[in-house]
């Protein structure tokens, strides 16, 4: 939360590049619990970084979600991310098997939209 100058109002916002805002407000209007995720994860450092480079082409950031279990955020080149990715959440908030099948069609319609 922040104050809004102007009106003195405390108001949700997020920091960082235009596209990562856009991303996390698309997220927070999804579903209430991710929202509330996100803001847990802004409280807590992460554990380490693994920042951009031309090798990896992507970033990764690692936290604690509990005493047992880590949580990987990563951001990059879609077709270098989805090598690590095994399920999906569908259109019905429903997790299933991220298929070979599915990865295409996600990486045809990302070349579809940034080329029109």
């Known amino acids: ?5 102007e009106t003195g109002v405390e108001e949700e916002k997020g920091t ?12 927070a209007d999804f579903d209430n619990s991710v929202k ?3 803001q847990a994860r802004f409280k807590t450092e992460p554990l380490f970084n693994i920042p951009l480079n ?3 082409k992507r970033a990764s950031a690692v936290y604690s ?4 279990n880590v949580r990987v955020y990563c951001k990059g080149a ?3 991310v989805m090598e690590f ?3 999906l ?3 019905g908030n429903e997790v299933v098997e991220l298929t070979q099948e599915h990865k295409d069609h996600i990486l045809r319609q990302i070349q579809v939209d940034f080329a029109s």
């Open 1 to 5: 939360m922040k104050k809004n100058e």
């Open 16 to 27: 960082g590049n235009v596209t990562e805002i856009g991303l996390l407000d698309f997220i």
């Open 36 to 38: 509330d995720e996100i």
């Open 54 to 56: 031309s090798m990896r």
């Open 65 to 68: 979600k509990d005493s047992n």
């Open 78 to 80: 879609p077709d270098f």
């Open 85 to 87: 990715c095994s399920q």
């Open 89 to 91: 959440v569908s259109a």
